[in-house]
């Protein structure tokens, strides 16, 4: 079964998910994409875990970056079978392994070939359970970042149930990960979140689920350096300005504004100055309050003041719009209908 490719941007080689800067060191020369493979295996040797982790991750992102995924693929199964055939079957040697293996998995997804990422899961799943019981950061890093594509892979395939699952307890393991080191751990675990709540098909579910994001975001930015959270952040304001719009659409304006309000607040904390993103989310905020009718009011005075910033910044089909809206609120032209019936017929 071959559904359409995961983008590369959604994988668990996205920067989000374990950002990885320039390789320092021995690596620091040697280009994943063309050093010769003994050079690499020498330069391997005796490095700390998340030096070569850090490695192969941003070696596959540089070659993904230039549109060369296939290449990507060939160098991590050559380096794998240079460092399998050395014969060291120490924990770290099969930790790297694992790693290669969970790369693999996302190239393999992006490039439309889940079967193949899912025999490259269940190699590294297979690494990783000769030692089932482990707690340290190298297994639970790995074990974390391929229970996230394996989520995106079988929600992919309509396999739900196993979606759920995945995508749940890599944000469990993130969530651990990232309460000793938030800076490098803490975006990951807000994604892995924000995909949980995704996949999850019942409503309650996925309100849980988002509920948990927030407020792993809010004590995140205060644990964390300045601009470490930001895209994880401005994810989680597309999932909840999303999440309200739908609310909207199905006429449960109540909750509505409370989603629109918080993806709102996030936006303004990165984009201090009210850009065409925002103008648009606080005009359906505006529409919202309007429809709730103990925040009618409020919707009328927002929506005057997006008239306002509709012209400022140009859009002149927002503008029309909110006239409208403004206009049938003050007049109402439509006859209530259910109104009238229920003076008729009380119950």
Same mark, same amino acid.
């Given at each position: 079964?071959?559904?359409?490719a995961?983008?590369?941007s959604?994988?668990?080689?996205?920067?989000?998910?374990?950002?990885?800067g *320039?390789?320092?060191?021995? #690596?620091?020369?040697? !280009?994943?994409?063309s050093?010769?493979?003994?050079e690499? @295996? =020498? &330069?391997? %040797?005796?490095?700390?875990?998340? *030096?070569?982790?850090?490695? #192969?991750?941003?070696? !596959?992102?540089?070659?993904?970056?230039?549109g060369?995924? @296939? =290449? &990507?693929i %060939?160098?991590?199964e050559?380096?794998?079978?240079?460092?399998t055939?050395?014969?060291?079957p120490d924990?770290?040697s099969?930790?790297?392994?694992?790693?290669?293996?969970?790369?693999?998995?996302?190239?393999?997804?992006?490039?439309?070939?889940?079967?193949?990422?899912?025999?490259?899961?269940?190699?590294?799943?297979?690494?990783?359970?000769?030692?089932?019981?482990?707690k340290?950061?190298p297994?639970l890093?790995?074990?974390a970042?391929?229970?996230?594509?394996?989520?995106?892979?079988?929600?992919?395939?309509?396999?739900?149930?196993h979606?759920?699952?995945?995508?749940?307890k890599?944000?469990?393991?993130f969530?651990?990960?990232?309460?000793?080191?938030?800076?490098r751990y803490g975006?990951?675990?807000?994604v892995?979140?924000?995909a949980?709540a995704?996949?999850c098909r019942?409503?309650?579910?996925?309100?849980?689920?988002?509920?948990e994001?927030?407020?792993?975001?809010?004590?995140?930015?205060?644990?964390?350096?300045?601009?470490?959270?930001?895209d994880?952040?401005?994810?989680?304001?597309?999932?909840?300005?999303?999440?309200?719009?739908?609310?909207?659409?199905?006429?449960?304006?109540?909750?509505?504004?409370?989603?629109?309000?918080?993806?709102?607040?996030?936006l303004?904390?990165?984009?201090?100055?009210?850009d065409?993103r925002?103008l648009?989310?606080?005009?359906?905020?505006?529409?919202?309050?309007?429809?709730?009718?103990?925040?009618?009011e409020?919707?009328i005075?927002?929506?005057?003041?997006?008239?306002?910033?509709?012209?400022?910044?140009?859009d002149?089909?927002?503008?029309?719009?909110?006239?409208?809206v403004?206009?049938?609120?003050?007049?109402?032209?439509?006859?209530d209908?259910?109104g009238?019936?229920h003076?008729i017929?009380?119950?």
């Open positions: 079964m071959n559904p359409a995961i983008p590369d959604q994988t668990a080689l996205q920067p989000l998910i374990i950002p990885a *320039t390789p320092t060191g021995p #690596l620091a020369s040697l !280009a994943l994409a050093a010769p493979l003994s690499l @295996r =020498r &330069a391997i %040797e005796g490095l700390p875990f998340n *030096t070569i982790y850090d490695y #192969l991750r941003t070696g !596959a992102r540089q070659m993904i970056d230039s060369d995924t @296939r =290449r &990507a %060939e160098s991590i050559a380096l794998d079978e240079t460092l055939r050395a014969g060291d924990r770290m099969l930790d790297i392994h694992a790693a290669m293996m969970q790369v693999l998995v996302g190239l393999r997804a992006s490039e439309d070939d889940s079967d193949a990422a899912l025999s490259a899961a269940a190699t590294a799943m297979s690494l990783l359970a000769q030692e089932p019981k482990r340290d950061e297994f890093a790995v074990l970042s391929l229970l996230y594509d394996m989520g995106l892979i079988y929600h992919s395939r309509s396999e739900f149930k979606a759920e699952r995945s995508l749940d890599s944000a469990r393991i969530g651990r990960l990232a309460r000793t080191n938030p800076d975006p990951a675990h807000v892995a979140l924000d949980a995704k996949v019942k409503a309650g579910a996925q309100a849980e689920a988002l509920k994001c927030q407020e792993a975001t809010s004590r995140y930015l205060s644990e964390t350096r300045d601009g470490a959270m930001d994880a952040v401005e994810r989680l304001a597309d999932s909840m300005a999303e999440q309200g719009l739908t609310l909207a659409k199905m006429g449960r304006h109540r909750e509505a504004i409370q989603y629109l309000s918080r993806a709102l607040r996030y303004t904390r990165l984009h201090p100055e009210m065409l925002q648009n989310l606080s005009t359906e905020l505006g529409f919202c309050l309007l429809h709730h009718k103990p925040t009618r409020k919707g005075h927002l929506l005057n003041t997006m008239l306002h910033k509709a012209t400022r910044l140009g002149a089909a927002l503008h029309r719009r909110i006239v409208d403004l206009a049938e609120a003050r007049t109402p032209g439509r006859l209908i259910l009238v019936w003076k017929f009380p119950r």
